[in-house]
């Protein structure tokens, strides 16, 4: 016997005719972008989370103590080898900064690997 086709609830047949648009919220990588005299570089933390849970001001990821504290210090770090550049008298190159807290950064043990 052929099946026969039934029609679908006229509720059914609305839903599927229905465009359904949601936002959501995607994880993210953190970048620094590191400026000055009109020059920049921008380059990943190796970090990630979602939008929401960064406070730029605060340089915080909400719910993440270890990546705030990481963020933190790799700010502090940028601060103090920008600052040392220009109390040597060197010209701050921005390249040179970030390679040298990023080497300070992998060279010590006790960072931990960050899975946000």
């Known amino acids: 016997m052929p099946k026969v086709k039934h029609a679908e609830s006229p509720a059914k047949e609305k839903r ?4 359904s648009v949601q936002p959501y919220l995607r994880v993210t990588n953190l970048y620094f972008k590191l400026s000055y005299n009109g020059k920049s570089i921008s380059f990943s933390t190796g970090l990630s ?22 963020l933190q210090s790799l700010r502090a770090d940028f601060q103090r080898t920008f ?20 080497q300070k950064l992998s060279a010590d ?8």
Do not use: W, Y
């Not at 060197?90 to 970030?98: A, E, S, V």
């Not at 043990?109 to 946000?116: A, M, R, Y």
């Open 109 to 116: 043990p006790t960072i931990p690997t960050l899975n946000v």
């Open 49 to 70: 989370c979602r939008p929401k849970q960064l406070d730029k001001k605060a340089f915080s990821i909400e719910g993440n103590e270890s990546a705030t504290n990481l």
């Open 16 to 19: 599927m005719n229905r465009l």
């Open 83 to 102: 600052t040392d550049f220009l109390l040597t008298k060197r010209t701050p190159d921005l390249r040179k900064i970030k390679d040298v807290v990023l």
